[in-house]
């Protein structure tokens, strides 16, 4: 990585503070970030709802599962991005190959469900460690960051589930004082309704997607900035940042 480079100022941070420097770098990149995430998620939304009339809770699980495979674009604005790179569309889709093709089974399998996912993803994307060599790597960045990292992740999943079902209910807060038992048993009887269980499917995709596009984003963000502060301990990148300012 050019360390002389990079547009962050990289010290030794605690997880949390990792987490607040991810934070920030979506704040500064937003334009970069949705404009290369939202037409993905779109496309991948619009194509899982192709489902929705064979299982209704299919178009959501497709989105859930892809997750992983959405973040890789997502990773790789921000690696841009840390070196104060904006990023289009077009270079998204010049990168596709390495970006979005490849590690199918990794990404969509066994890494679905790995509890440090976001802190670990740097690794296998960035620096295309294969193998033994990225077992180790792995090992060398969690230790005693293995808490930290499952933390992000719960954090970030309980956060997604509360701010899906808050949008859904939505529906039930700004209905008509006459109609809220109406909509409230739509919530548990929807085949009993007019739009039935395709209205309330539809109202939940809808509402899950809308939050992977504006959760997501922050969450491959605070486990990039972790993986970034990992490497700030291991390889001191401040100390050869300020070394190389003083004899600039």
């Known amino acids: ?53 064979t299982y209704g809770w299919l178009p959501a699980l497709i989105i859930f599962w892809l997750k992983p495979w959405l973040d890789r674009s997502l990773l790789f604005v921000l ?48 620096e295309a460690q294969r193998g033994s060599a990225r077992r180790k790597r792995v090992r060398l960045l969690m230790n005693d960051h293995r808490g930290a990292a499952a933390g992000l992740q719960t954090a970030f999943t309980h956060a997604e589930a509360a701010i899906t079902y808050g949008l859904v209910a939505l529906v039930w807060w700004f209905a008509p004082e006459g109609q809220r038992s109406s909509v409230w048993d739509w919530f548990f009887h929807p085949s009993a309704h007019a739009t039935g269980e395709l209205g ?37 990148w401040d100390i050869e940042q300020e070394f190389r300012g003083a004899f600039a």
Do not use: K
């Not at 979005?100 to 740097?122: E, V």
């Open 79 to 126: 690696s841009r991005a840390v070196f104060g790179e904006a990023t289009h569309w077009r270079d998204l889709w010049q990168a596709r190959r390495l970006v979005l093709g490849g590690q199918w089974l990794r990404t969509l399998l066994w890494r679905r469900f790995s509890p440090w996912r976001a802190f670990t993803q740097p690794v296998e994307q960035l």
């Open 200 to 236: 309330m499917n539809l109202a939940m995709t809808a509402a899950y997607a809308a939050v992977v596009l504006f959760l997501e984003p922050f969450y491959v963000a605070a486990g990039f900035a972790m993986y970034l502060n990992r490497r700030v301990a291991l390889e001191a």
């Open 1 to 53: 990585m050019r360390v002389e480079g990079l547009a962050l100022a990289l010290r030794p941070r605690s997880p949390s503070e990792a987490c607040d420097l991810g934070a920030a770098l979506v704040r500064a990149h937003a334009a970069s970030i949705w404009r290369c995430y939202a037409p993905l998620l779109a496309a991948v939304t619009v194509l899982a709802l192709c489902t929705i009339e």
